[in-house]
């Protein structure tokens, strides 16, 4: 077995899933999708580590916002996003360093 797998991932994103089922949508054209598939979407990214970015659903990270999912963006740890319901994804997207390059980073 390996010890180790490669992945295309330049960043790491963890979105958290129990703040965007609260929420039950809010982002995307309609303003009826989840953030994470809103934004993976938005930046055409492929699926799992084939993808240039990974952007990953995770438990509650205990800060529950009210009105706002709660975002880490791995590469700068130390400051989390409060990412309001409707929030302009290519704004997020710079926030979060997913802009460099087109079809989300490259
Ligand atoms: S519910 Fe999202 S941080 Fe707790």
């Not at 039950?24 to 999708?33: I, L, R, Y």
């Amino acid at each position: 077995m390996k010890a180790h797998v490669r992945s295309n991932w330049q960043q790491a994103v963890l979105v958290c899933r129990k703040c965007s089922k609260k929420l039950d949508g809010g982002f995307g054209p309609d303003g009826d999708e989840r953030l994470a598939k809103a934004l993976r979407k938005h930046l055409a990214l492929k699926k799992g580590r084939k993808a240039a970015a990974g952007i990953v659903e995770v438990n509650c990270l205990g800060v529950c916002p009210k009105g706002a999912v709660t975002v880490v963006n791995g590469a700068q740890a130390t400051d989390w996003l409060l990412v309001r319901r409707g929030a302009d994804l290519d704004e997020l997207a710079e926030t979060l360093g997913l802009l460099q390059g087109q079809s989300g980073i490259s």
